[in-house]
């Protein structure tokens, strides 16, 4: 009986010891990130990451949609888009309906962002969004780009961006994305927006964003180049393969 439990707790042990053993692998080589210079796209592009995307607005001009959707350099190629909707309580972005339309009908999986002030009413915010992004089932969630704290003190801006969220996700029934900074984050939403799929924007640095909260996108260059547009553009990468990404999306059944 001493030896059978001997034996048990060494098989313990030593299926602890392979777990942990296997965690370090793959944390390690989770952690190693390869750039890979592309000419064509005009950057070093994480090659790690399978889900390459772009993020655009009016400042991209008039864009075709099915020269970035063909354009591919060894398997790098645009599978997704960020769009510019919103901005404030009355903005519209010019081009919003234009790339909207041409983006789904190039294929690419769209979402569209909201560019938040913690100074303005957050429902009317939200009203703006809803009134110009008619998103479907398919679509990414709706997005909060928050990045100014336009002097505010952090409860503000905690308070009235979950306003928004809120809204987002009563229309929608998904959380909404998080836009931000890692700064940002930390030091006017924190843990109390965990629950949230976070888009991180960090660049000029060659390593992925350092932060202990987890994140599904990572804006990793705003000087990138794509056929199809004449300006430079805003790359991303997402966390996770496409079947993660379809699985993030709105879904078919709302109610």
């Not at 001997?6 to 944390?27: D, E, H, P, S």
């Not at 009016?58 to 190629?77: C, L």
């Not at 996108?217 to 990404?245: C, E, K, M, P, Y």
């Amino acid at each position: 009986m001493k030896r059978n439990w001997t034996r048990i707790i060494l098989l313990t042990v030593l299926t602890i010891l392979l777990a942990f053993v296997a965690w370090k692998w793959w944390y390690s080589r989770e952690e190693r990130i390869s750039f890979v210079r592309y000419d064509e796209f005009g950057i070093d592009i994480p090659v790690n990451y399978k889900i390459h995307g772009i993020d655009v607005s009016k400042f991209q001009k008039d864009i075709n949609w099915q020269a970035v959707k063909q354009m591919q350099v060894d398997k790098i190629r645009i599978s997704f888009a960020f769009i510019k909707a919103t901005e404030g309580i009355t903005r519209q972005d010019a081009t919003f309906r234009q790339n909207w339309e041409r983006a789904g009908r190039a294929g690419l999986v769209r979402g569209a962002y909201h560019f938040f002030y913690s100074t303005r009413d957050p429902l009317k915010q939200a009203i703006n969004f809803r009134n110009v992004a008619d998103l479907q089932p398919g679509d990414l969630p709706p997005v909060l780009d928050i990045e100014t704290s336009n002097n505010q003190p952090a409860a503000v801006i905690r308070s009235t961006a979950k306003i928004w969220l809120e809204e987002m996700e009563k229309a929608y029934k998904v959380k909404p994305i998080i836009y931000t900074n890692i700064h940002f984050y930390e030091t006017y939403l924190g843990s109390e927006f965990d629950d949230y799929p976070l888009w991180i924007a960090h660049y000029y640095q060659k390593e992925r964003p350092a932060s202990k909260r987890a994140w599904l996108f990572w804006q990793h260059s705003d000087i990138g180049r794509v056929n199809g547009i004449r300006t430079t553009v805003d790359f991303n990468v997402f966390r996770g393969d496409s079947a993660a990404l379809a699985r993030l999306c709105i879904p078919a059944n709302r109610n």
